[in-house]
């Protein structure tokens, strides 16, 4: 029998399929990405406690603001000269704002610990990238017919680029990271850049710092809850997803390269090639989680088993259930003492 929410939809009995080892596991119940009620305990216990991403400090003018969307509501960003973050309905409402690598990031919660204890050992994990030289140059914004967790699923694991990908990106082989902080990884492997599609020369050259680790693959992370930051040798691109409803998401993609990258005076011809990769690869992403929420909205929807290929996406789960399920682990809580 398919299990029912009932009374109560955080009853921790309907989670301990998601709890199990991978190979025994379950996903997610149904209703964690068609109910309103599972979404709203999300915002309660998720969004408005999390470090959320909201863009690029170079796109704040100095001594002047930008407004940004976040999962939480439009904020204001200024720099004037010194950095900080506001609501925007309240202007006098300071919030909690600090930047990693030119990656601005707001906290709603006075709780939580600081965002290096957020992002953990990320930072070093990703510096030799040097992303603070990086500029975003490209930004596109999707509406999706999916809940924001499927798009975080997607990207977390190369299983499906075989298949979702066939025609363009193809089959992909990956590894898991083990990682500490609100955040976790897969390397898909090859030192010839994903940001372009297979069989073509990357246009742009490796960052040089880069460490060997960074040198062998692309780093596919989720930064805990709803940002991605891909990560190839000559690129990077980020997936920033805000539920609208449980249902539907508003997906923003950004693009960026080294600015000595940006600088050439092929720029604009050799970028070509990664918009056409990120664009092709987006489309299809998005349209495979379409389909894959209209499959879990139908009443004949069960959750599935996981593939070893998908034990990020198992981590993912089970980062949500710590977060919203009163099941024992709640040291695992974003705002759990350090
Ligand atoms: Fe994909």
Redesign the pocket.
């Given at each position: 029998m398919m299990k029912r929410m009932h009374d109560d939809p955080f009853h921790p009995r309907h989670y301990r399929d998601v709890r199990r080892p991978v190979r025994e596991a379950s996903t997610l119940p149904a209703w964690c990405y068609i109910s309103e009620a599972f979404l709203r305990r999300e915002h309660e216990c998720i969004f408005s406690r999390a470090w959320l991403f909201a863009g690029r400090l170079e796109e704040i003018p100095r001594g002047g603001s930008r407004t940004v969307e976040t999962a939480r509501g439009k904020i204001i960003l200024v720099r004037d000269p010194a950095f900080g973050a506001f609501g925007d309905a309240d202007r006098l409402h300071r919030i909690r704002a600090a930047v990693w690598a030119g990656f601005v990031f707001v906290c709603f919660s006075r709780r939580t610990a600081g965002l290096t204890a957020w992002l953990g050992d990320m930072t070093q994990r990703l510096a030799s990238h040097r992303f603070a030289e990086f500029r975003v140059v490209r930004r596109r914004h999707y509406t999706v017919r999916a809940n924001w967790k499927l798009i975080a699923e997607?990207?977390m694991e190369a299983y499906?680029?075989g298949t979702?990908?066939d025609d363009s990106?193809g089959a992909q082989a990956s590894r898991d990271l083990v990682t500490r902080g609100h955040w976790d990884a897969i390397q898909v492997f090859g030192e010839a850049s994903v940001a372009v599609l297979p069989g073509q020369p990357a246009p742009f050259p490796a960052v040089p710092s880069l460490s060997r680790e960074a040198r062998a693959g692309t780093f596919f992370t989720t930064l805990h809850p709803n940002t991605q930051f891909a990560c190839a040798q000559d690129s990077m691109w980020w997936l920033h997803y805000r539920p609208l409803t449980p249902g539907l998401t508003h997906l923003e993609v950004g693009q960026c390269f080294p600015q000595t990258t940006t600088r050439r005076d092929d720029f604009a011809e050799g970028s070509k090639a990664y918009f056409h990769r990120w664009d092709t690869?987006i489309d299809?992403?998005n349209a495979?989680c379409e389909v894959q929420q209209a499959g879990i909205s139908s009443p004949f929807h069960r959750p599935g088993r996981l593939s070893l290929r998908e034990q990020a996406v198992h981590r993912l789960n089970n980062w949500i259930v710590d977060q919203t399920i009163d099941d024992g682990h709640a040291r695992r809580r974003i705002d759990a003492p350090q």
């Open positions: 997607n990207a499906h680029t979702v990908h990106l690869g299809e992403d495979i």
